[in-house]
């Protein structure tokens, strides 16, 4: 009587985990804001983020994402048709900072797990004229991501800006 009720239990667990077609369920779109310039670098709500002078004057974040549910596209070239969107966007004191550019179709890297695709160091660049106009004030960064199947991720964090060491 045992070993009935066990088959039927792994039968049924077994089967939990595929759509009716006998694929596996789609992983849900989720997307982890992060920061990095080389590799991606974990964020989470109350963080500092650097506020980074390029070499030509502006000032940026540097913006990475996690990403998990949503086709990668092509990342060896700009043009595939099914590289996906992630825009990025930075607030502060219910004003937008970001200068409006930090919005990139292209495809998703492999990522450090299974199922998991990145994006790392982005440039968002900021709509300021020196570092200490944003140095302490809290932002908020946020990030969506989208592919062209239309399914959709978006993160927002609540860190604040400092000004990164390097910056003369």
């Not at 590799?39 to 913006?63: A, N, R, T």
């Not at 086709?71 to 966007?89: K, S, Y």
């Amino acid at each position: 009587m045992r070993m009935p009720l066990l088959v039927a239990l792994l039968a049924a667990s077994g089967a939990a985990g595929c759509a009716a077609d006998g694929a596996a369920d789609p992983v849900p779109p989720e997307v982890t804001l992060g920061t990095g310039d080389v590799s991606f670098e974990s964020l989470q709500s109350g963080d500092d983020i650097y506020i980074v002078q390029g070499p030509q004057g502006g000032f940026h974040f540097f913006g990475s994402v996690l990403v998990r549910g949503i086709d990668p596209g092509d990342p060896d070239n700009l043009d595939a048709p099914d590289n996906p969107t992630t825009d990025f966007q930075v607030w502060s004191g219910g004003a937008r900072v970001d200068v409006m550019a930090a919005h990139y179709v292209q495809g998703l890297e492999p990522g450090p797990d299974a199922n998991t695709y990145e994006m790392i160091g982005r440039l968002v660049i900021l709509d300021i004229q020196a570092d200490d106009e944003l140095a302490g004030a809290q932002v908020r960064f946020l990030v969506s991501v989208t592919d062209t199947a239309g399914n959709s991720a978006s993160c927002e964090l609540m860190l604040t800006a400092v000004r990164h060491p390097n910056n003369p």
